[in-house]
C-alpha cells in the first residue's frame, strides 16, 4: 500500500453528503473534480460522474461520487450487518457526545438501540446518514456513560 485507504460512496446529493461528512464527521473536503464520460465509461464507473474526496483527518479518504445519470435505487430491504457487501464506514472519533448530538439534526437516525452502546472498553453508535449508508462511531471512553445510554 503507498497511500491510506479510500472508500467511494456514490450519492444522490452531493452537497447534503459533502456538508455531512465535513460538518458532522469532521471529514475535510479536499478536492472536487468531474469525470469525463471518456474515461468514466472505460473505466468501468458507467460514464461522466462528479467526485468529491472527503479526508478523514487520521488519513483516510470517503470519495463522494455523483454519476451524471443518478445512482441506481437502492435495494428497499433495511441494513443488516449479515448482508453481503460493504456494510458500513467506522470512524474512530476522542468523544462521540458532539457527534451524536449534531446527527440527528443533519437527517441522520440512529441504529443503535440505545443510541451510544458501551462495548470492550469502547463506545459505540450505528448511524444512517441522510442518504441511508451506515456509519459507526467508535470512542475508546468506556468509562462512566451519559444518563440514556447503557452500559
Do not use: Q
Request: with cysteine; hydrophobic share 40%.
Amino acid at each position: 500500500m503507498t497511500l491510506p485507504f479510500e472508500v467511494g460512496v456514490v450519492v444522490r446529493d452531493l452537497e447534503v453528503m459533502e456538508r455531512f461528512y465535513c460538518e458532522v464527521i469532521g471529514c475535510r473536503a479536499e478536492r472536487r473534480s468531474r469525470v469525463p464520460r471518456s474515461v468514466g465509461g472505460p473505466a468501468g464507473l458507467g460514464g461522466e460522474l462528479v467526485v468529491v474526496w472527503v479526508r478523514v483527518p487520521s488519513g483516510g479518504c470517503v470519495k463522494l461520487i455523483l454519476p451524471r445519470s443518478g445512482p441506481v435505487p437502492a435495494p428497499a430491504a433495511p441494513w443488516s450487518a449479515g448482508r453481503p457487501g460493504l456494510s458500513y464506514l467506522t470512524f474512530h472519533v476522542d468523544d462521540m457526545d458532539p457527534v451524536v448530538a449534531a446527527l440527528s439534526a443533519t437527517g441522520a437516525r440512529p441504529l443503535s438501540d440505545p443510541v451510544v452502546v458501551r462495548a470492550h472498553g469502547r463506545r459505540i453508535s450505528f448511524w444512517a446518514d441522510p442518504e441511508g449508508n451506515v456509519v459507526e462511531l467508535v470512542d475508546e471512553r468506556g468509562g462512566d456513560l451519559e444518563p440514556g445510554h447503557s452500559n
